[in-house]
T-cell receptor, first 113, second 112 residues
Framework: NAGVTQTPKFRVLKTGQSMTLLCAQD?????MYWYRQDPGMGLRLIHY???????AKGEVPDGYNVSRLKKQNFLLGLESAAPSQTSVYFCASSYELRGDGYTFGSGTRLTVV | GEDVEQSLFLSVREGDSSVINCTYT??????LYWYKQEPGAGLQLLTY?????DMKQDQRLTVLLNKKDKHLSLRIADTQTGDSAIYFC????????????FGAGTTVTVRA
């Protein structure tokens, strides 16, 4: 089925380790986003991309890096994981910036110990 | 400002109506959205309203917008157990670089 696929679904990291979360969409969407979801805080935008080869900082970008080398993929990297990065991460894509066109992935639950 | 606030929990009896409330601060919002998140899943768009509208109805869902008070509500008629989920209010406005701002989410529990 068409949509947004996130890998992995679960991961446990030790403090200081690095990892990359992959988001792939097959809807030819221009815009892609990485959010983190924390209890009582809703979704906060980490980074986003308005097209292949572009990235921009969102609300909470510190400690994360992103790349969009191919239109269908948006990678989120943690260079040196910290316990404060324990969260559920959601990727989304959209055909336009308005919120009615967003498709979300099912999330990656990351625990940093 | 771009804060979106929601109450965190709502418990409702099956068959009753649910009303989820949201307040926002940016008067330049153009679109306001309601998303639903079921356990273990991503967010799905439920409905949205354009800022020049007061009300929108879609089957069991009614969205009310009070621009003067910057208040948005979602009413779910005849609430069913499948409506148990987290509901997020979100606003979209140009002064936020055209990005969505989400509330913290309201967890709705439907009891028999």
């Amino acid at each position: 089925n068409a949509g947004v696929t996130q890998t992995p679904k679960f991961r446990v990291l030790k403090t200081g380790q690095s990892m990359t979360l992959l988001c792939a969409q097959d809807m030819n969407h221009e815009y892609m986003y990485w959010y983190r979801q924390d209890p009582g805080m809703g979704l906060r935008l980490i980074h986003y991309s308005v097209g292949e080869g572009t990235t921009a900082k969102g609300e909470v970008p510190d400690g994360y890096n992103v790349s969009r080398l191919k239109k269908q993929n948006f990678l989120l990297g943690l260079e040196s994981a910290a316990p404060s990065q324990t969260s559920v991460y959601f990727c989304a894509s959209s055909y336009e910036l308005r919120g009615d066109g967003y498709t979300f992935g099912s999330g990656t639950r990351l625990t940093v110990v | 400002g771009e804060d979106v606030e929601q109450s965190l929990f709502l418990s409702v009896r099956e068959g009753d109506s649910s009303v989820i409330n949201c307040t926002y601060t940016d008067s330049s919002s153009t679109y306001l959205y309601w998303y639903k998140q079921e356990p273990g899943a991503g967010l799905q768009l439920l409905t949205y309203i354009f800022s020049n509208m007061d009300m929108k109805q879609d089957q069991r869902l009614t969205v009310l917008l009070n621009k003067k008070d910057k208040h948005l509500s979602l009413r779910i008629a005849d609430t069913q157990t499948g409506d148990s989920a987290i509901y997020f209010c979100a606003e979209f406005f140009p002064s936020n670089d055209y990005k969505l701002s989400f509330g913290a989410g309201t967890t709705v529990t439907v009891r028999a």
